[in-house]
């Protein structure tokens, strides 16, 4: 699995855009970009995932480089609920978690 | 949506004895599932992939006699921690994927403290 990059911790403004940033130079061509956060003492939870594209669901949205070295999981009105762990995971067969961000929303 | 179940949420346990832990995939079939650990404030680590009527695939230095795997039916694998030791306190977490769908569901996890 190729390893990701992620800043360890960012503040942000309740009903913000929170941007979270996640390198991942060495991806191979069919490992997709998964995203999941973890709620203290919870299962993580699954936000969205790409290939090359861009996608956006009820969640959020992921922004993929050209390159596909690195993306941005956009959190598009940030709430308190959102408070958690982020995980930034380049999958092709199994999900390896690294450190993650944790994201702090502030009211 | 899809959904997994893990139980019980949390145990407390002997040092010495075993303690088994359910995933069931809920309304799918899951043919693989995958056991995490997560000590406190750490992320969490990958220690094995169950394999329905199969053996389970271990991660490099996860003790196999130790953390048995049984993946007997398709909505149903087990981990059960023998012989637990003060050590093996952790968060243990199931998750499987849901057919057709890109995702991989986690169950809420099962608090394990040996004492």
């Known amino acids: 699995d190729a390893k990701t990059t992620q800043p360890p911790s960012m503040d942000c403004a309740e009903g913000r855009a929170a941007n979270l940033p996640c390198n991942h130079s060495?991806?191979?061509?069919?490992?997709?970009v998964y995203w999941y956060r973890q709620i203290h003492s919870q299962g993580p939870q699954y936000i969205i995932h790409?290939?090359?594209n861009n996608e956006t669901n009820e969640m959020a949205s992921l922004i993929i480089t050209e390159d596909r070295k690195s993306s941005t999981l956009i959190l598009p009105h940030a709430t308190l609920r959102d408070t958690a762990v982020y995980y930034c995971?380049?999958?092709?067969?199994?999900?390896?978690f690294g450190a993650g961000t944790t994201v702090t929303v502030r009211a | 949506g899809a959904v997994v179940s893990q139980h019980p949420s949390w145990v407390i346990c002997k040092s010495g004895t075993s303690v088994k832990i359910e995933c069931r995939s809920l309304?799918?079939?899951?043919?693989?599932m995958f056991w995490y650990r997560q000590f406190p404030k750490q992320s969490l680590m990958l220690m094995a992939t169950?394999?329905?009527?199969?053996?389970?695939?271990?991660e490099q230095g996860v003790e196999k006699d130790k953390f048995l795997i049984n993946h007997a039916s398709l909505t149903l694998s087990t981990l059960t921690v023998t012989s637990a030791h003060p050590e093996d306190s952790s968060f243990y977490i199931c998750?499987?994927?849901?057919?057709?769908?890109?995702?991989?569901?986690f169950g809420s996890g099962t608090r394990l403290t040996v004492v």
């Open positions: 998750s499987a994927k849901f057919p057709g769908q890109g995702s991989y569901t």
């Open positions: 060495t991806i191979s061509g069919n490992e997709y």
């Open positions: 790409g290939l090359k």
């Open positions: 995971i380049a999958y092709d067969y199994k999900l390896s």
């Open positions: 309304d799918f079939q899951a043919t693989t």
């Open positions: 169950s394999n329905e009527g199969s053996k389970a695939t271990y």
